[in-house]
């Protein structure tokens, strides 16, 4: 019922910027807190940011400082902003509904979508 679609991603330079975007379908988008993971080959899925209903945000610190998430309940739509980015940010990013926890973390609903990859290389 409730599908995540997420676009943006592509090649970028060291220091470039990207901006993904999550666009949701089904459920009520504004009553949920949005996160955006991201996962490199060989590792774990990673939560990096959380955005909750009320707009509070809290970032992993591998991404703080450079990362910045936003929504817009409008649009139904959840952005992840990246600037700086580095060859370690290359994974498929990919988003998804939930509940936040302590500290930066989400009980996900699993509806995250196919993800979108972002490369960083030169």
């Known amino acids: 019922q409730v599908q995540l679609v997420e676009s943006g991603g592509g090649l970028v330079q060291p220091g470039g910027s990207l901006r993904l975007s999550c666009a949701a379908s089904?459920?009520?988008?504004?009553?949920?807190?949005m996160g955006w993971y991201r996962q490199a080959p060989g590792k774990e899925r990673e939560l990096v940011a959380v955005?909750?209903?009320?707009?509070?945000?809290k970032y992993a610190d591998s991404v703080k400082g450079r990362f910045t998430i936003s929504r817009d309940n409008a649009k139904n739509t959840a952005y992840l902003q990246m600037n700086s980015l580095k060859p370690g940010d290359t994974a498929v990013y990919y988003c998804?509904?939930?509940?936040?926890?302590?500290?930066?973390?989400?009980?996900?609903?699993?509806?995250w979508g196919q993800g979108t990859q972002v490369t960083v290389s030169s």
């Open positions: 089904g459920g009520i988008f504004s009553l949920n807190a």
């Open positions: 955005i909750t209903s009320g707009g509070i945000t």
């Open positions: 998804d509904r939930g509940i936040p926890t302590d500290g930066v973390g989400m009980l996900g609903f699993g509806s």
